[in-house]
């Protein structure tokens, strides 16, 4: 270590700018300088792509940080924090890069600000390999509100690929300290709702028939639900190129929310599309957890922060899960167990991720 920089291999486990994002977020909060050699290397095009790159300088304009090596295809990075500041901040992917990966590294960060902040992020709303805003706003804002603050989420504009251009824009006020989680009890099934949608060039019919088709194949599994899919237009004047896609959620009785999504692309059929989510919805439905596959990796960071013990119980552990706990252990004094769940039902593949919390407080209240 030169000095005593964190030094984090940008190579292993999941190898991606997931990575990148839970170190960088954990060096702005906790003031620890940080190097990441070998980003992105096992991708097809290795080190920081626009996306990466955006999310890296608006945690520096956010802590008055000290960025180095901050290009496109940059293979290393040295970051020095500085105080986190609340007010206004923009990200720009200026690409279709996803603005909800740039809300994943910015967001835990602004909690612990000296005062409210304004996150203006622009770029990909509904990407691909990444969570839609959607999804975002249906699903992770009300789990992750648990762990006792809040944020208002406003999509301005929609942006699809490859264009991008969409902007969202987040406020959220700092907390003094976060409150562990306990989600370990799924409940039933009470609703399941959605939405379709379809932006630019495409007809209203593909909407309607990605619905459809999704409806279907959750009958097929659920036969006494109503289940309420709304095929939509977005507004011309606030979506940006031409777009599709669908996003399922099922409600639980005890407030769990687990959900499917899927995005068209030129060729593949609408039905497809809807089946697509449909599938996936019921997956997560069927290993019993309280949170789906793509929420499981986005509650490590704030579980690592929280004061106490928080526990989820989630389908089978996905390598990005691993991933953020390696990292999130490796940088604070948090510490994860994880354990398979003594389930009535063997058949469920079911685990609990526990955290005994490192209990950050905001120097700043």
């Not at 977020?25 to 003031?31: D, H, K, P």
């Not at 762990?147 to 700092?174: A, H, L, W």
């Not at 799924?186 to 593909?206: D, E, H, M, N």
């Amino acid at each position: 270590m030169d000095g005593d920089r964190v030094e984090i291999d940008g190579g292993i486990m999941e190898g991606g700018g997931q990575i990148l994002r839970v170190s960088t977020a954990l060096s702005c909060l906790l003031g620890l300088p940080l190097r990441v050699r070998r980003i992105r290397a096992g991708r097809s095009q290795p080190g920081l792509r626009p996306q990466h790159l955006s999310g890296l300088e608006i945690v520096r304009d956010l802590c008055d940080g000290k960025l180095n090596g901050g290009e496109i295809g940059s293979t290393e990075i040295t970051f020095t924090p500085g105080k986190i500041k609340g007010g206004t901040h923009i990200a720009d992917t200026k690409t279709a890069g996803s603005v909800c990966l740039l809300m994943q590294v910015a967001m835990p960060c602004v909690l612990f600000a000296a005062s409210p902040s304004e996150l203006r992020l622009k770029g990909g709303t509904n990407a691909e390999m990444a969570p839609q805003i959607d999804y975002t706003v249906m699903v992770f804002k009300p789990i992750v509100e648990k762990f006792n603050f809040t944020f208002n989420c406003d999509i301005k504009r929609r942006g699809y690929y490859p264009q991008g251009g969409g902007e969202v824009v987040v406020q959220m006020s700092p907390v003094k300290e976060l409150s562990p989680i306990n989600l370990t009890e799924r409940g039933t099934v009470t609703k399941i709702y959605g939405r379709a949608f379809v932006a630019g060039a495409l007809p209203i019919k593909l909407a309607k028939d990605m619905s459809a088709a999704a409806v279907r194949c959750i009958r097929r599994e659920i036969r006494d639900l109503y289940i309420n899919i709304q095929p939509v237009r977005e507004p011309d004047d606030q979506a940006i190129g031409t777009g599709s896609g669908i996003i399922i959620v099922a409600e639980t009785s005890t407030g769990c929310l687990l959900a499917g999504s899927s995005l068209g692309k030129r060729g593949k059929n609408a039905d497809k599309v809807g089946i697509e989510a449909a599938e996936i919805l019921l997956q997560n439905l069927k290993h019993g957890g309280t949170v789906d596959d793509s929420l499981q990796d986005q509650l490590i960071i704030f579980m690592a922060l929280a004061k106490g013990v928080s526990r989820v119980k989630s389908g089978p552990i996905t390598l990005h899960t691993q991933t953020a706990i390696h990292f999130a252990e490796q940088l604070t004094k948090a510490k994860f167990t994880v354990t398979k769940s003594e389930e009535e039902d063997p058949s469920n593949d079911t685990y609990i991720i526990e955290c005994q919390g490192m209990g950050m407080i905001n120097p700043n209240l």
